[in-house]
């Protein structure tokens, strides 16, 4: 069940709130699915539910734990490299285990970006200069994003079309 969205207050707090309220859209997504549907691939990519899920958890560790706060890959809780690895899925993650992987990320990720304020700057050699506010509204457009097409997918799922 989504939570509610903020429409006035502080900034930083409707900025939480949407991001918060993108990650549980996406999470929304897969409930219910079972392993097999989780699994499936329904488009030539490498794009499953069960993959946008992963992919989330790891854009989250990118983001904070690495760019944000300093850690080397080796020191992240989980995959953390800017490849498609980020969708990748073995055969024995349940969906329940990438869910509890993601939220763990997405709590690490709001305890870094605690620490920094919204025009707080970091620099990566790649990105270049980016501030705290711009991450957090670039997680907001990459979980709407990514709900967006866990939607299709499981209209897919739900629903398919008689071929």
Same mark, same amino acid.
């Given at each position: 069940?989504?939570?509610?969205?903020?429409?006035?207050?502080?900034?930083?707090?409707?900025?939480?709130?949407?991001?918060?309220?993108?990650?549980?859209?996406?999470?929304?997504?897969?409930?219910?699915?079972?392993?097999?549907?989780?699994?499936?691939?329904?488009?030539? +990519? @490498?794009?499953?539910? *069960?993959?946008?899920?992963?992919? =989330?958890?790891?854009?989250? /560790?990118?983001?904070?734990? #690495? $760019?944000?706060?300093?850690?080397?890959?080796?020191?992240?809780?989980?995959?953390?490299?800017?490849?498609?690895?980020?969708?990748?899925?073995?055969?024995?993650? +349940? @969906?329940?285990?990438? *869910?509890?992987?993601?939220?763990? =990320?997405?709590?690490?990720? /709001?305890?870094?970006?605690? #620490? $920094?304020?919204?025009?707080?700057?970091?620099?990566?050699?790649?990105?270049?200069?980016?501030?705290?506010?711009?991450?957090?509204?670039?997680?907001?457009?990459?979980?709407?994003?990514?709900?967006?097409?866990?939607?299709?997918?499981?209209?897919?799922?739900?629903?398919?079309?008689?071929?």
């Amino acid at each position: 069940m989504l939570g509610k969205t903020l429409t006035t207050g502080p900034e930083r707090a409707i900025i939480e709130n949407m991001l918060d309220h993108n990650r549980e859209a996406l999470i929304e997504t897969v409930r219910g699915l079972s392993e097999a549907d989780a699994h499936r691939r329904l488009v030539a +990519s @490498l794009t499953t539910p *069960i993959s946008l899920i992963k992919h =989330a958890a790891a854009a989250e /560790r990118i983001w904070f734990q #690495r $760019f944000w706060a300093g850690l080397s890959e080796s020191d992240c809780d989980g995959y953390s490299r800017r490849d498609e690895g980020t969708f990748a899925v073995t055969d024995d993650e +349940s @969906l329940a285990d990438v *869910i509890v992987e993601f939220e763990s =990320a997405s709590q690490r990720s /709001r305890e870094i970006a605690a #620490r $920094f304020e919204l025009d707080d700057t970091t620099h990566d050699a790649q990105q270049g200069t980016f501030s705290m506010r711009w991450t957090l509204l670039l997680m907001i457009q990459e979980f709407a994003r990514h709900a967006g097409h866990g939607d299709i997918l499981r209209e897919q799922i739900d629903q398919p079309l008689d071929r």
